[in-house]
Nanobody
């Protein structure tokens, strides 16, 4: 049984930093992709950053490129999202997601992921 548990959210001022963590269990040893999504009130859930855990190839939304970094630990059981130079528009619930990698997985968005965490709130004040 796959479980994803996020942590690390909180409230920060604009320009600050946060690091989100996602503790994963039950995932296969290879062949899966993981990602961070976020959803602000009244908006669609959007992909923020993703990673192929085998190749370590990453992908980012244009809105966070150069500010956010997705990474995994060596054992591939924890996913991170380092968020720097945070902006008020980054305020959202952030979700960790995982599933087997499919061709075009990043472009598929949330449809590519069947396993989700419960989310962690990030609030950025101006």
């Amino acid at each position: 049984q796959v479980q994803l548990v996020e942590s690390g959210g909180g409230s920060v001022q604009a320009g600050g930093s946060l690091r989100l963590s996602c503790a994963a269990s039950g995932l296969p040893s290879s062949g899966y992709c993981m990602a961070w999504f976020r959803q602000a009130p009244g908006k669609e859930r959007e992909g923020v950053a993703g990673i192929n855990t085998d190749t370590t190839k990453t992908a980012y939304a244009d809105s966070v490129k150069g500010r956010f970094t997705i990474s995994q630990d060596n054992a591939k059981n924890t996913l991170y999202l380092q968020m720097n130079r945070l902006k008020p528009e980054d305020t959202a619930m952030y979700y960790c997601a995982a599933d087997r990698c499919r061709v075009g997985w990043w472009l598929m968005g949330r449809e590519a992921f069947g396993y989700w965490g419960q989310g962690t709130q990030v609030t950025v004040s101006s």
